[in-house]
């Protein structure tokens, strides 16, 4: 039914669908690297998560385990990790059985090393973080996958909390969800002098924006700056940026946040 709703979404808003009889996907894609690059960008594929899945990994220093609604991401990131992560053309899968995903969390509730046996973080309860290999707000418009993941959080009563990171702004369908302060959402942050590396993400002004919407909306809320690029005058740039941050969320009556400062490790199969 979830993949059904996604085709339907696209569909309605004038995207190509192309419905396969097996599920093995040949793009066909042309010989030159770069168009092969881009028609693979443009890709989304809806499929099946296999058992091996939906089978959760630790992701630390995270969160106690890895929620995969998705895997790829649209975006153009110079410094992307999944190019050096994901096997094969960088398209995009959205999983259709979704509720068959979120079903299997409680299985896992206490069981995690970073959050949930971990004195110092043991309030936060079981992390699941849902951006490691997606960012799901950005697929939000054509899934519906993060709302309705954040809407059966909100009802699960237990200490747990789901976590998602997201270089785009488009967070308005999150708004009115009945989300009972079970997710955070952190913006992913770069000073607006390295934006040249984020190719199809939202203007970080919108992304700060966005996070005032969310925090308003009573989300606990974070800031993650990554990569921390060591580029010429990058002190004045990340100063100006935490500035930036700290006066998007000025004034919001019980603010929750958190703040993540991650560096880049490049290796061989990302050159």
């Not at 599920?23 to 091996?52: C, H, I």
């Not at 992701?59 to 995969?68: E, L, N």
């Not at 002098?193 to 919108?206: L, M, S």
């Not at 703040?259 to 199969?269: F, G, M, Q, S």
Request: aromatic share 6%; charged share 20%.
């Amino acid at each position: 039914m979830h993949g059904r709703a996604v085709l339907e979404r696209a569909a309605a808003q004038g995207v190509e669908i192309i419905e396969l009889p097996g599920d093995r996907l040949n793009l066909g894609l042309p010989d030159d690297p770069r168009r092969a690059y881009v028609e693979a960008k443009a890709t989304l594929a809806v499929v099946v998560a296999s058992p091996s899945k939906r089978r959760l990994q630790p992701i630390a220093p995270s969160a106690d385990w890895r929620v995969d609604l998705a895997e790829g991401c649209p975006a153009h990131c110079s410094y992307c990790y999944l190019a050096g992560s994901l096997k094969g053309p960088p398209i995009t899968r959205v999983y259709a059985n979704l509720d068959e995903i979120l079903d299997g969390l409680p299985a896992y509730l206490g069981q995690g090393t970073i959050t949930s046996r971990n004195a110092g973080r043991a309030h936060e309860g079981t992390t699941y973080e849902a951006s490691c290999y997606t960012d799901p707000l950005a697929l939000e418009p054509l899934t519906g996958s993060l709302s309705a993941a954040i809407a059966w959080f909100g009802r699960w009563e237990a200490e747990a909390q789901l976590r998602f990171t997201s270089k785009f702004a488009n967070v308005e369908p999150l708004l009115a969800l009945q989300h009972s302060g079970r997710t955070r959402i952190r913006a992913s942050v770069n000073p607006r002098a390295f934006a040249r590396f984020e190719g199809g993400t939202a203007p970080v002004a919108e992304r700060l924006a966005a996070l005032r919407r969310m925090a308003q909306a009573g989300y606990p809320v974070g800031l993650t700056i990554a990569p921390i690029i060591a580029a010429e005058g990058w002190e004045q740039a990340y100063g100006a940026l935490i500035d930036d941050a700290g006066e998007a969320l000025a004034g919001v009556a019980g603010l929750d946040l958190t703040v993540e400062l991650i560096t880049h490790r490049l290796n061989a199969r990302m050159i």
